[in-house]
């Protein structure tokens, strides 16, 4: 997170998560320049390649910054 002319709290959001995946933390806020966020898929979770899911960042009056990303599921090995 690049913060300019704030400081404080920015809230994290993921949307779009493939079916059975969830975050470690359910988001949150990051107090810093940055934070590792764990994402968990469950037993059933679909199998998928290179599916978008989106991230967004929050910060004070209404700033926000959402960025997309490619995710992909596997069956255990």
């Known amino acids: ?8 709290p920015v809230t994290v959001r993921f949307e779009d998560l493939p079916k059975g995946v969830s975050v470690a933390e ?7 320049n940055s934070r590792t966020f764990v994402l968990v898929a469950a037993d059933n979770a679909d199998l998928v390649t290179n ?5 967004t960042v929050s910060g004070p009056e209404g700033m926000t910054a959402s960025e997309q990303f490619k995710i992909t599921i ?4």
Do not use: Y
């Not at 997170?1 to 404080?8: A, E, I």
């Not at 359910?26 to 810093?32: A, K, P, S, Y």
């Not at 596997?74 to 090995?77: G, P, V, Y």
């Open 1 to 8: 997170v690049t913060r300019d002319n704030f400081k404080g």
């Open 26 to 32: 359910n988001g949150g806020e990051i107090e810093d």
């Open 51 to 55: 599916h978008t899911a989106k991230v």
């Open 74 to 77: 596997k069956d255990k090995a």
